[in-house]
């Protein structure tokens, strides 16, 4: 096992949307059992280096060439990860053609199922072999209580025509993240290192709204005994 420390500092502020949607269009960060506890769910940051390992092993990853060929097929790419080239039964004829196709290409390219993406990060079928221990912001606290600021007045294009429009309001937070993983192999550890080239590339960011400007960070990796 090895265990590995990284540290984002956000360039622009993030937003982590709530799941509860309210009445005045607000935005929230996640929170638990208490309301006032507000946070950053593992499963976010998960996601976030998940997507960016994708694109620094776009040629191996199973989501990276499915999505390819569905838009080749004018098919709205959707997310489809080994689990489902394993077992397609639940999609139509024109998904199977694209699963068979992404098995060739994958074959041809001789990357074995699950790709690295999978067996990194898991699916549904494949246990992952990276785990989140632990995320926290700033100091050593996991709460963003009194770490929140608001920005007001978002409008998007397609309320412009709305007669009775509602700018949205959004809890942002420029808090530095500090995340605890614990990596099975060397494999593992490498992946998260190119994940992590790739977020300070800028090409994937983190939360909601990112095409706003929001969710732009740099992240360091350190290895820790
Ligand atoms: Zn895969």
């Not at 776009?58 to 077992?87: H, Q, R, V, Y």
């Not at 074959?107 to 699916?123: A, L, M, Y």
Request: aromatic share 8%; hydrophobic share 35%.
């Amino acid at each position: 096992m090895k265990r590995l420390l990284l540290k984002f500092k956000p360039i622009t502020p993030y937003v982590i949307s709530s799941s509860l949607s309210s009445e005045e269009k607000k935005v929230e960060f996640y929170f638990g059992i208490n309301p006032k506890h507000k946070f950053i769910p593992p499963s976010t940051i998960k996601g976030f280096l998940r997507t960016a390992a994708v694109y620094s092993y776009s040629t191996e990853s199973c989501e990276f060439i499915s999505s390819t060929l569905m838009m080749k097929n004018g098919i709205k790419p959707f997310t489809l990860t080994c689990a489902d080239l394993i077992d397609p039964s639940n999609y139509d004829q024109n998904i199977r053609s694209i699963i068979e196709q992404t098995k060739k290409c994958m074959q041809e390219r001789k990357v074995r199922i699950p790709c690295i993406i999978c067996r990194t990060f898991g699916n549904t079928k494949v246990r992952g072999k990276m785990r989140i221990v632990k995320v926290t912001v700033d100091s050593n606290n996991e709460s963003l209580e009194g770490k929140l600021e608001e920005i007001s007045n978002l409008l998007f294009s397609w309320q412009l025509s709305e007669e009775n429009r509602k700018a949205l309001t959004v809890e942002t937070s420029k808090s530095e993240i500090k995340v605890e993983i614990l990596c099975e192999d060397d494999e593992c550890v490498e992946v998260i290192k190119n994940a992590c080239e790739v977020i300070n590339k800028g090409l994937v960011r983190l939360g909601r709204f990112k095409s706003r400007g929001f969710g732009r960070l740099t992240v360091e990796v350190e290895e820790i005994p």
